[in-house]
């Protein structure tokens, strides 16, 4: 009982509210599925047919400066591409598309 709670407040720990949204980062939800983001962020690419628009979005310059004050990220270390971030709906919509499709190298923790 334990463990689960402190996996709830991990993910819990990584919602932000953006544009009058809670969504996730593409990071924080490649580290959940064990992947780099550069690779959870092609797979993202290649299926973005098959999640609604308004189920994922990439941030502005501005609300990227933003997050990196708040992570306190120096301009030299960390990202040099703008984040995708995810509605509840599409995680949980990739979560299906990318398991679905199986790309090779790309696993889905289950744990």
């Known amino acids: 009982m334990k463990k689960a ?13 953006i544009r ?3 969504v996730m980062l593409d990071s924080d939800l490649a580290e959940i599925y ?5 690779r959870y962020n092609q797979q993202v690419r290649r299926n973005l ?5 308004d189920f994922m979005f ?3 310059y501005e609300e990227t400066q933003n997050l990196m004050l708040q992570f306190a990220t120096s301009r030299w270390g960390g990202r040099r591409k703008r984040p995708f971030v ?3 709906h599409g ?3 990739l979560a299906s598309v990318l398991s679905s499709s199986n790309p090779i190298g790309f696993k889905i923790n289950t744990q």
């Not at 709670?5 to 932000?16: P, T």
């Not at 064990?34 to 550069?38: E, L, M, N």
């Not at 047919?49 to 628009?53: L, Y």
Request: aromatic letters at 8%; glycine letters at 8%.
């Open 5 to 17: 709670i402190g996996k709830d407040e991990a993910i819990i720990s990584r919602i932000y509210f």
């Open 20 to 22: 009058g949204r809670k």
């Open 34 to 38: 064990g992947v780099t983001t550069a």
């Open 49 to 53: 047919d098959r999640v609604p628009p």
């Open 58 to 60: 990439e941030l502005t």
């Open 86 to 88: 995810f509605t509840e």
């Open 91 to 93: 995680a949980l919509m």
